[in-house]
């Protein structure tokens, strides 16, 4: 006999948190929920910040490493890390990794943000934990190596099936249908 989880996501129709009724039970049924111009550039500028920091750090190291002759510091945010990777290599991308999990006070701050916080509480009820592992995950154009394939992250969860696991993916550019697929890798074939 299957047991039964021992936290099951909220159910009740005295909805918490900040999304609408119509936007959970779309939630229930499909399995996730897209939320176009929820957030503003104000909600964004502390992982902006932190991310552009970041590529600050990859511009010194890059210059350094005889690899550029300009940092491009008057690049803006949306397209300075891949003019900096213009021509380069995946091994070049990939000596900073794949996916960057720095300590800036950005992310925290980003991570916390009250709105992204309501909306989660709406589906899956007011107790939230966020594991400490997060990723900013840069991908820049025809470098192959910052895709990540299609997963579902739940299955990296200890004891995921007795508690309700979100991800919440926010791209800090804009992003198209397309682009998320490429990104995730739906759109490659083999």
């Excluded at 999990?101 to 007011?126: Q, T, W």
């Excluded at 696991?165 to 074939?189: C, E, N, Y």
């Amino acid at each position: 006999m299957p047991t039964q989880p021992r936290y099951a996501i909220q159910q009740d129709t005295d909805v918490k948190g900040s999304l609408p009724s119509e936007q959970v039970a779309f939630y229930r049924e499909e399995g996730y929920l897209v939320l176009r111009d929820f957030l503003t550039q104000r909600d964004m500028a502390p992982a902006r910040r932190a991310m552009s920091d970041k590529v600050t750090e990859i511009a010194e190291r890059l210059l350094a490493a005889g690899k550029i002759s300009d940092r491009l510091e008057d690049e803006p945010f949306e397209t300075r890390l891949a003019r900096l990777f213009e021509g380069k290599s995946d091994e070049d991308f990939l000596e900073f990794g794949r996916s960057w999990r720095d300590r800036h006070p950005g992310y925290f701050e980003f991570m916390s943000n009250a709105k992204i916080l309501d909306a989660v509480e709406s589906l899956i009820g007011d107790e939230i934990f966020s594991n400490p592992v997060y990723n900013t995950r840069p991908k820049v154009p025809k470098v192959a190596a910052g895709a990540v394939p299609w997963h579902q992250d739940r299955s990296y969860w200890p004891g995921a099936n007795a508690n309700p696991v979100i991800t919440v993916w926010i791209p800090l550019v804009d992003a198209t249908k397309s682009t998320a697929a490429s990104i995730s890798g739906r759109a490659r074939t083999t």
